[in-house]
Structure formats: structure tokens, C-alpha cells
């Protein structure tokens, strides 16, 4: 039989496991949707985009234009396909007025990291999956949950709290940084990747 | 790949311009604050005035650039760091400071025999706008933290990039240029691989014309200076940069 | 059941014992450092990606090659071009810190009229007006510009165009008086002198800054015996002076009696081929003036001639000193002062009282410039360091703001000929005042169209060579649509090398100084309205230069 002690105990304990596994990620993270509503797989399957590379290209010096800007989106979208909202917002907001479609960067680094694509893809040898999961075949764009306290995305720290058991792809702090060059043996210290 | 980036920079050639001073700034967006002073400011490079204290005709100045000395043993300034925010960088040789990780302690300030080490002593600012001119190779400082010479880091990390992008594993020599090198107008200042034999630089540092700053000190700088002057060469063998600190004052 | 104060403690202990299993004081401590790694209130650059285009400062005269790099549209540094033969890769301690000029706090955004914000359209309007009631004197800072063409064609038709001149073109106003070539025409051949005597501060902002010093560094920095000696004589231990082959100094302001003190010695040990004129000053007076011995003139000349070319180059416009040039043979020969074009001839800016109903003050005039005159003054300028007297302040275009085109140096042995594009945007409302002036007279024509015409000029000439990406003789061109393509992209061409005579000086006795002979202290040249906020560093954060007086403060 448990003693009341114990009983008012595991009450405290069981409270505080809660609001710290359950309240507190909700609190510590606010979630936005994007600008558009994407779809990779749409994309994949409809306009036979197999390649990543397609759309985020690297630029003629070397350097990674990240997510492709308007015009690669107007290539196609210069009058609207289909009828959903998410097309109408991207040919009147953005495309027509050529305004470039404020994204929310999951992966978005610090100023203060100088990471660079070419030497990991093309040097490397890493192919897009090994660090950014298999995002690119996901059917929806999730919502970008940023962190109230330090202003990262949420993919930096992971979703899992605990950081055990992530997909390649959740978690881009430092450490998991570190992780994958200690297993390659690449030491390029503390200047290769801050700037 | 394993350089031992150096540098030469013939006295003779230097004009006290400040040229170097200035692009190492907008280089490495280090900000230009009120209340400053020479005490309190910071530049990585710094062009200080010498003179061999005679009066009349023979009477001689000379500028010397002074900026880390890249000290390849020893380094005194990686030996204090408690947080170990300085680290010798194995394939480059290159002195690297990590602001980000730096707790303000300024250990490594006193213990750097050549005073190449400044102290954010506020935040950094720029007038409304400016900060539009900054470069965004490299991230701005705060408030509390050391920094010094990086040899423009950002310019490898760049170089770095373009030999990815071509396929190289080695990047090009000329494509890796510290902004001091770049702008100096009478080319003192030149810049090489010491660890390469046929670079230009690594052979003008075995000229006899070419000395270090306190090599008694064993740190194995990896700044050389060059005169053809008997007392330029005399003054930094003997005092080192203390008669240049008293000129300073 | 009642809750007792110990359940509570316990409920407690429980709570902490399962905050330590929870993430939330483990992630908070993330959290915190890495806010504290990034202050918000910091500022950090734009992640834009940096691309690199080429241009021209046209900030003074020198018009320096310039390499940008530009992110999210504005430029984040500049460099000198390696490729250049003017620069040669330099530029001034200024021009490295130039790209943050724009957005200096003394930018002047906004039309002033006599201390309150006025509009471009009552500029105009009292412009318009002011041209109506009488002559105006429009003053150029930078004369051979297309914009300067403008200038000059409102000004000869409404009253007259002058021009404040650069120190090194006074310098050589001596000259057009003494043979009627043109100052503007005339320039040092410095590559090929081998003893050069200067009070100028040649390796400190005289002429272009990679042309002496790149050739004083390759030919005579640190040797004993170089090819190329530069003598400095000045009144104090300049920086020039502590690089110098030999260095002299002199009482202050006794310039002009050292140089009669060496033409005695020149003619009466016949160093020179010349037999006078003669000085009226004697050698004694001269040497009591300047503060050194009569041995001392005598061995100074003699060291002047023993390697020649010998040149003088002067730091204002002192005749006498001038003079010594026409002793040693050095105008219209090599390695000594030649005549790179035919020039214009323009009527200097601060000779006399101006007289005029307005005076029109193009941005590239000093900022010091300050006319005495009666007459109202519109005063084109990018900054404002607030001690302009002027009734009328108009913003006109910063760094890199309007295009122009760049006619070749003050002191240039050949001619060159370059345009410079406008890479970034301005603010606010800002025109040049040849644009101003066109908007007046459409029939001036635009600074776009008068560069295509000299362009085109140029083609037609198809003479000299044009420097890009390779070096390509202009004949070579078969349209003139290529030669623009490539001046447009940062090119420069230039002419051929200068023929030596085509031109002599007349020098029937020796000259007298004129009444007001401005000395020229060089530091003081230095700030503009406002100066580069990183220059400030060498003064400030330094002590490698003298913090440069404000004039009018």
C-alpha cells in the first residue's frame, strides 16, 4: 500500500513530467504556416521533378542558392494551374508582382555558421537525404515552429525533446555537426564552420 | 592538404598609408565606435610609427603593420584560453579565434606578446542603414568578447567553396588573399604558404633581410618583416615591440 | 482529507525530483546561451549572395579602378583592379572604406535652403529666376566629364565656367602660363625620370595612388643606390620624407628661395644646358631663408642632376619652384613633364572676385571650396558636414550613385578614357547638377548620350589600346557597340604613350610668387564634407595619422 507520502510525491513528480514532456515544448515553440502551401510530392509526381538540384541549385561562383527564388516558381506558375487558394496566392502575391515568397527556412543556421553545400555535396559526397531527410517526398509543408527564446527553427534542436531516436534530418545543432565529421574523420575545426 | 599561411611585409616598401587598416576593417565588418580611442579600439591591423629616437639628419622613421603574429609554437594566447575559444588550426596553421565562444576574460590579451588582440569593450553599431555595407561572410561580434587577425577567414571559406564547386580538393593559391594583402598600394604586404618551397613568400622569409618579432620567445611567428635597415632589424631583435609600444604612447 | 503543509513540501520535492527528468531547465539553458550568442540588438549582414562588378570612384579627380562587391544590391567592399594600368591594383586609404559612405549620417538627403528643408522645385524655380536677373558662373571640380561638357555649355551661354583646381593641376598652371598649353593637357612622365625632386606628398595621396607608389616601390623603395631617387624637401618630417631616398627640410614657406638658391647653383656650375633667366635673389639671401647652409644648396643641386631625368614636382602652384623644370630642360622631355593631349584651357575658380547673380557649385568641388562672392550660391553636394555657407544645398548622387564617364588623371602622362556605371540606387531624390542643369535646357543633351558620342569618338579614332579582361588595340574592335559593351563592364582605354617635345615653355625672367600663394597642407585635403567612416580608424582607433582639422568648424 502506498503511503500518502508517496502518493503526494508521485503526484508532484507525475505533474512536473507532464507540463515539462507536454506543456512545455507546446509553450517554448510558436508555429506559423508558410506563405504558400507546398507540395514536393505534387511536384515530384505531377511535373516529373526527380532531381533536388532542379530547384535548389547551386549558383555559377559555387555557393548554394538554397530555396529557388520567384522566377524558378515562374518558370512554370505564370498563370495559374489548377484552382486551389494555395496556387492563387502564389501567382497573386508573389509571382505577378515578382516579389520573391518569403519562406520559412526549417534549416535556417546562425549568422555566425559558415556552412557551405558544394564542399558537403559535391566534395562530400552527401546526398541531400543525410541531412535533410526525406523531406523532399512529404506531401505537405509542415508548419515552421520557431523557438521563443533563441529565434531557431525547431529542426535545429528536433522535434523530439529528448533528442534520442531522430530521423536524419531533425536535430542541426552543433553536436550533430560534429557527430557526422568525428564518424568521417573530417577535422576542420572551430573556423571551418563558423564565420 | 596542410599549409602554414605566412606573411612578409617589407619595411621598406611601407608608406604608413593605412590602407591595410582600413580594408581589414570593412573585411571583417569591425565597427567604428564614438567613444574609441587608440587604447580602445579595434584593429586587427594596426600600422604603428617607429622611429630610431635620433634628432636631425639622421633622424629615420619606419611604419610597421603589426597584426597576429599566427605564432605556430606555443602559442601563448591558445595556452591561457580557458574556454578554448583559440586554436592553431592543424591544416592552415591559421591562429583562429572563435568570438562565440570567447567569455570576455582577456587572458589571452596579456599573455600576447605583440598586443594584436582587442577587446569588444561595447556593442558593436553602425549608423542607421550601414549595416547594409557589411559583408556577410562574417558574422558580427558582441559586446565582451576578443578578436584579432583571422587572415580573413571568410576569403577561405570562399576559395574553399569555389574549389568544391570546380571538384578540387586543394584550393587555388591565388584565389586566397587576405584584404590587407589585396590593398596594400606598394605591395609589402605579400602573403604565402611557408610550408610551400617554391612560394615566393616562404623563400623571402629566408632572406637575411627578413627577421620576426621576439623570437626569443620561441613562438615561431609566422609574420616575417623585411629591411634592408640595420636599425629597423636591430630594434625589433632587441626590444621587440616594447620600444614600439613607448613610440605608440 | 485535509492538505497538510508537509503535503505540500512533498509535492514539491516530487515536482523538482521530475523537472530534473523533464527537459525543460536543460533546454532552457540551451536556449539562453544561444540568446545570448545572438543578441537581437546586433546588427548582422544581409545572406545575400556576393557578386563582384567593376566601376570607377569618382570621388576626386584620380578616378581609381574599382573591383565592388555587391550583396542584396549594395556594395560591401571595394578593391583596386590588378589589371589596371593606371592603379595597378591600389586605391587610397579612403576609397577602401568608401562603400559605407552612403550611408554616412551626414549624407544630405533632403534640398536646403539656408538652414531649412526646402524642395527641388523651389531650387529650380529660384535657378531659373536667378538666370533670368543675370550671369552665373557655374564651378567645376572635375573638369573633362561628359557632365562637365554640360556644365560648361549652360555656363558659356549664361555667364562663365570655371574650374577649382585639383593641388596637382595647380601645379601645373605655371606651365600653361609660360607656353599657352593648357594645364589640364599636361602630366609627369614619372616612369621615366630618374631623379625626382618633390615637396608634394608623393607616396600619400599625390596623383593616383598605385602609379608613384608601385613605381617607387619596384624601382627605389629601400635601396641604397635605386634607379629612381626621390628627393623630398619640406618644412617638416613627412611620411613622404621617411621613405625618401634623401630627405631635406627646409624653414617653412621657403620654398620659393630655395628653388632661386638652386637655380644660382644650376647656371653658375653649368649643370644645365639653360644661361638664365637669373634670380634676383642671391644664394647667401636664399640659403639665410631657407634655413640650411649655401654648401648645403650647392651639393642639393649638384645631387638634383647627377642622375637624369631629373624632375621637380611641386605641392601648389609656386612658379619659381616650376621654374627649375624649365632649367633642368624637363618640360616637353622624357621623363619630365609632357603634353598628353590638347587640353581646354578653363578659367580658374578662386583667381578672382567672383561676380555673378548666382553661383552654381557642382558636387565634385572640394567641399572647403568656399568662393567669396555676393552672389546666391546653389551647392551641389553628397554630404554635408554642416558648415556650408551656401544658400542652396542639393543632394546630389553618392558612392557609385551616377554614372559617369572618367577622363584620364590630373597628372597623367597619357590619356585614358573609362565610364563608370552606377551600381547602386540612391534613397531619395538626388540629381547631379548636370542633370539639374539639363532639366533646365533640355537641349544640353544627357551625361548617357554625351558618353555614347565619346565612345563612339573613340572608335573612330582607333587609336590606343582598351584594358578588360584582355588587352585588345582598338582597331581591333569592328563596332562600336563592343567597344561600349566592354568600357561599360569597367575597361579603360588608353592612349598612346606621349610623344616628347610638342611643346616649350618661354621663360624670359625669373618668376615672382603672386600675391596669395596657397600653401597646402595635405592632411588637411583630406576630408571631403565627411570622410569614410573606417578612416576614421587611422586617427581615432590609431595614432598613425594626425586627426585631419576641420577647416571650417
Known amino acids: 500500500m502506498m503511503s500518502r507520502n508517496q502518493f503526494v510525491f508521485g503526484f508532484g513528480l507525475a505533474v512536473s513530467l507532464f507540463a515539462g514532456w507536454v506543456l512545455f515544448p507546446r509553450a517554448l515553440y510558436s508555429a506559423r504556416p508558410q506563405p504558400v502551401e507546398f507540395r514536393h510530392k505534387t511536384h515530384a509526381e505531377k511535373s516529373g521533378i526527380s532531381d533536388c538540384s532542379q530547384c535548389h541549385a547551386f549558383r555559377d561562383d559555387g555557393s548554394y542558392a538554397g530555396l529557388p527564388s520567384i522566377d524558378t516558381c515562374a518558370g512554370c506558375h505564370s498563370e495559374r494551374i489548377g484552382t486551389s487558394a494555395a496556387e492563387a496566392t502564389l501567382v497573386d502575391h508573389y509571382i505577378k508582382p515578382g516579389q520573391e515568397t518569403p519562406w520559412l527556412v526549417y534549416s535556417r543556421q546562425p549568422a555566425n555558421v559558415w556552412f557551405s553545400h558544394a564542399v558537403h555535396v559535391k566534395r562530400g559526397g552527401l546526398a541531400c537525404t543525410e541531412c535533410h531527410g526525406s523531406y523532399g517526398e512529404s506531401d505537405q509543408a509542415r508548419l515552421y515552429q520557431v523557438n521563443r527564446i533563441s529565434g531557431y527553427s525547431r529542426d535545429i534542436w528536433g522535434h523530439s525533446m529528448s533528442r534520442l531516436r531522430r530521423k536524419p534530418g531533425d536535430g542541426m545543432k552543433m553536436s550533430d555537426c560534429e557527430d557526422c565529421h568525428r564518424r568521417h574523420g573530417v577535422d576542420v575545426g572551430c573556423l571551418g564552420c563558423h564565420q | 592538404m596542410s599549409a602554414r599561411y605566412g606573411m612578409v611585409i617589407d619595411l621598406d616598401r611601407c608608406t604608413g598609408c593605412g590602407s591595410c587598416m582600413v580594408s581589414c576593417a570593412a573585411e571583417n565588418n569591425v565597427p567604428v565606435l564614438p567613444k574609441a580611442s587608440a587604447r580602445t579600439g579595434i584593429t586587427p591591423m594596426l600600422v604603428r610609427r617607429v622611429s630610431n629616437h635620433m634628432a636631425g639628419a639622421d633622424h629615420r622613421e619606419v611604419f610597421f603593420p603589426i597584426l597576429c603574429m599566427h605564432c605556430e609554437h606555443e602559442t601563448p594566447c591558445v595556452r591561457v584560453c580557458p574556454q578554448q575559444a583559440v586554436e592553431v588550426d592543424q591544416a592552415t596553421g591559421i591562429v583562429m579565434q572563435m568570438p562565440q565562444r570567447c567569455l570576455g576574460c582577456r587572458y589571452c590579451m596579456t599573455a600576447c606578446p605583440y598586443h594584436a588582440r582587442y577587446f569588444n569593450w561595447w556593442d558593436p553599431g553602425w549608423p542607421s542603414g550601414m549595416e547594409k555595407s557589411l559583408n556577410p561572410g562574417v558574422a558580427v561580434r558582441m559586446r565582451g568578447v576578443v578578436e584579432k587577425c583571422n587572415l580573413c577567414h571568410a576569403r577561405l571559406h570562399a576559395a574553399k567553396e569555389r574549389a568544391a564547386a570546380a571538384g578540387k580538393r586543394e584550393i587555388d593559391p591565388t584565389d586566397y588573399v587576405p584584404a590587407c594583402v589585396e590593398a596594400c598600394p606598394t605591395q609589402a604586404i605579400r602573403f604565402g604558404d611557408l610550408a610551400e618551397k617554391n612560394d615566393p613568400v616562404s623563400e ?11 623570437v626569443r620567445l620561441g613562438t615561431e611567428p609566422k609574420v616575417y618583416y623585411k629591411s ?20 605608440h604612447v | 482529507m485535509k492538505v497538510t503543509r508537509r503535503d505540500l513540501f512533498v509535492w514539491g520535492a516530487g515536482a523538482a525530483a521530475g523537472l530534473v527528468f523533464s527537459p525543460v531547465p536543460w533546454k532552457l539553458l540551451d536556449d539562453t546561451s544561444i540568446w545570448s550568442q545572438n543578441w537581437p540588438w546586433i546588427p548582422q549582414p544581409a545572406r545575400s549572395p556576393v557578386e563582384v562588378k567593376q566601376s570607377f570612384c569618382s570621388l576626386c579627380p584620380q578616378g581609381c579602378a574599382l573591383k565592388v562587391r555587391m550583396a542584396g544590391g ?3 567592399g571595394v578593391a ?12 587610397c586609404p579612403l576609397g577602401y572604406g568608401a562603400h559605407q559612405l552612403n550611408w554616412h549620417p551626414r549624407r544630405l538627403q533632403a534640398v536646403r535652403h539656408k538652414e531649412s528643408v526646402s524642395s527641388w522645385g523651389a531650387a529650380q524655380t529660384a535657378f531659373a529666376k536667378a538666370c533670368g536677373e543675370g550671369p552665373v558662373i557655374v564651378i567645376d571640380g572635375y573638369p573633362g566629364r561628359a557632365a562637365s561638357s554640360i556644365l560648361e555649355a549652360f555656363a558659356e551661354k549664361r555667364g562663365s565656367y570655371r574650374v577649382a583646381l585639383s593641388p596637382e593641376l595647380g601645379a601645373l598652371a605655371p606651365y600653361e602660363r609660360w607656353s599657352g598649353v593648357p594645364a589640364n593637357a599636361l602630366g609627369y612622365d614619372l616612369e621615366n625620370a630618374r631623379t625626382i625632386v618633390s615637396g608634394a606628398p608623393m607616396l600619400d595621396g599625390w596623383g593616383s595612388p598605385g602609379r608613384f607608389t608601385r613605381l617607387w616601390a619596384e624601382s627605389a623603395a629601400g635601396a641604397k643606390d635605386p634607379q629612381l631617387r626621390l628627393i623630398q624637401i619640406e618644412d617638416s618630417f613627412s611620411r613622404t620624407g621617411s621613405r625618401a631616398w634623401q630627405s631635406v627640410r627646409i624653414r617653412s614657406g621657403s620654398e620659393s628661395a630655395l628653388a632661386a638658391g638652386l637655380a644660382h647653383v644650376l647656371l653658375d656650375e653649368r649643370l644645365v644646358p639653360a644661361r638664365g633667366p637669373i634670380p634676383r635673389l642671391t644664394l647667401a639671401d636664399a640659403a639665410a631663408q631657407a634655413g640650411i647652409s649655401e654648401d648645403a644648396i650647392r651639393e642639393l643641386a649638384r645631387t638634383m642632376v647627377e642622375r637624369r631625368p631629373t624632375l621637380v614636382i611641386s605641392n601648389d602652384e609656386n612658379p619659381q619652384v616650376a621654374a627649375l623644370n624649365v632649367l633642368l630642360a624637363a618640360t616637353g622631355a622624357r621623363g619630365g613633364i609632357v603634353r598628353r593631349t590638347k587640353g581646354t584651357r578653363h578659367l580658374p575658380a578662386d583667381a578672382v572676385n567672383l561676380n555673378a547673380r548666382a553661383i552654381l557649385i557642382d558636387a565634385k568641388v572640394p567641399w572647403n571650396f568656399t568662393p567669396e562672392t555676393d552672389a546666391e550660391i546653389f551647392r551641389f553636394a553628397a554630404w554635408d558636414d554642416g558648415t556650408s555657407k551656401s544658400d542652396w544645398l542639393l543632394p546630389a548622387p553618392g558612392f557609385l550613385e551616377e554614372l559617369t564617364d572618367i577622363p584620364a588623371a590630373p597628372t ?9 556605371p552606377a551600381l547602386s540606387k540612391p534613397r531619395f531624390e538626388v540629381q ?12 544640353l543633351g544627357t551625361t548617357e548620350k554625351l558618353i555614347h558620342g565619346r565612345c563612339n569618338g573613340l572608335f573612330r579614332e582607333r587609336k590606343g589600346t582598351l584594358y578588360g579582361a584582355a588587352r585588345v588595340p582598338l582597331e581591333k574592335f569592328d563596332s562600336v557597340q563592343k567597344v561600349e559593351e566592354q568600357l561599360w563592364k569597367g575597361a579603360i582605354w588608353t592612349g598612346d604613350p606621349p610623344s616628347v617635345g610638342g611643346w616649350r615653355c618661354e621663360l624670359k625672367e625669373w618668376p615672382q610668387d603672386p600675391e596669395k600663394l596657397r600653401s597646402r597642407d595635405w592632411a588637411s585635403e583630406w576630408p571631403a564634407a565627411v570622410l569614410p567612416p573606417l578612416a576614421v580608424k587611422l586617427y581615432q582607433e590609431s595614432t598613425l595619422r594626425e586627426a585631419p582639422e576641420r577647416r571650417n568648424a
Do not use: C, H
Open chain 3, 432 to 443: 547631379s547638377a548636370a542633370q539639374f542643369l539639363g532639366n533646365l535646357d533640355p537641349s
Open chain 3, 74 to 76: 549594395w556594395p560591401i
Open chain 2, 228 to 247: 634592408k635597415e640595420k636599425w629597423v632589424r636591430a630594434l625589433a631583435q632587441s626590444n621587440g615591440g616594447r620600444s614600439m609600444e613607448a613610440e
Open chain 3, 412 to 420: 597623367s602622362a597619357i590619356e585614358t578614357y573609362a565610364v563608370a
Open chain 2, 204 to 214: 623571402e622569409a629566408k632572406s637575411p633581410d627578413a627577421f620576426r618579432l621576439l
Open chain 3, 80 to 91: 583596386g583592379v590588378s589589371t589596371s594600368p593606371v592603379t595597378r591594383g591600389a586605391l
